[in-house]
């Protein structure tokens, strides 16, 4: 924020609540692009994995984990800022590591149309919700406090994370569409996984914002981003190689990455 600038005092507090909570509605229009397609075709569920799963490694990678370190370099030097996000990268590698240990992963006895399948596929919207709501948090906050702080500035910041929460919308509704055939579900779970990022805009103005440093902010993007790298590529890659055609898989994740890619370029 702008030094000696008090945003609560210029009564943007209504108007990035919007922009907050409409960036995050987003995921739904991908649980609604979900809604449209056929359980029974067996390309939907490798293809959405891989898409997810590229747009997930990419993001992280180029986006969140960058942006953990930039802040943390506000509080420490540049080189100290990369070694804290670096190890808060682990640190969130860590925890999924410990999660797969603690939830049974059936996807080892998973076969084509079987119970493994859905079990598989409930446990990887589980993990992808999870995973993507924990990612919302910090980008409700973001896009909340830059849009407080200049409207003009974080509009496009908004439209940016807008767009990239299709596809994530389409990487939660996909596995939970698969595993429960609910359409309705489906779109519950991508609606409750964008509200994240309004709550996180809630708990930051009510609560976080006298004690929220660049430091907690860049930490917690960098446990992020190696959670949602881990899930990537123990879960939703694998997973898709595994029932995918050829190189369908490959091609997705690159799609993926590239609509991703797209989003984050339009708006820099």
């Known amino acids: 924020m702008r030094e000696g600038h008090d945003p609560l005092a210029t009564g943007h507090v209504g108007l990035a609540f919007a922009v907050t909570a409409a960036a995050g509605l987003c995921t739904l229009l991908g649980a609604l692009l979900v809604a449209r397609a056929d359980r029974g075709d067996p390309r939907l569920l490798p ?79 589980l993990l992808t919700a999870a995973a993507i709501t924990a990612h919302n948090l910090p980008e409700g906050l973001a896009t909340f406090f830059a849009t407080l702080d200049n409207p003009t500035l974080g509009a496009p910041l908004a439209v940016a994370i807008a767009l990239h929460n299709i596809p994530e919308g ?29 709550l996180g805009a809630l708990l930051g103005w009510l609560v976080l914002g006298p004690v929220l440093t660049p430091g907690v902010m860049g930490a917690v993007f ?17 997973a898709a190689q595994r029932h995918a055609r050829g190189h369908d898989a490959a091609y997705a994740m690159v799609a993926g990455m590239a609509v991703l890619a797209t989003s984050l370029v339009l708006f820099r």
């Open 47 to 125: 293809l959405a994995l891989a898409f997810s799963g590229g747009a997930m490694v990419y993001v992280s990678l180029v986006e969140i984990l960058p942006k953990g370190a930039a802040a943390l370099a506000q509080e420490w030097d540049d080189r100290g800022g990369y070694a804290l996000a670096t190890g808060f990268f682990f640190l969130g590698v860590g925890l999924l590591v410990l999660l797969d240990r603690l939830v049974p992963n059936p996807h080892g006895d998973a076969h084509a149309g079987g119970a493994g399948d859905h079990a598989h596929a409930r446990r990887l919207g």
């Open 222 to 238: 960098a446990v992020i981003a190696g959670a949602m790298v881990f899930l990537a590529l123990d879960e939703l890659l694998p």
């Open 170 to 198: 389409v990487s939660i509704a996909v596995p939970v569409f698969v595993a429960t055939g609910s359409r309705g579900k489906a779109a519950l779970a991508a609606l409750v996984s964008g509200l994240a990022e309004p």
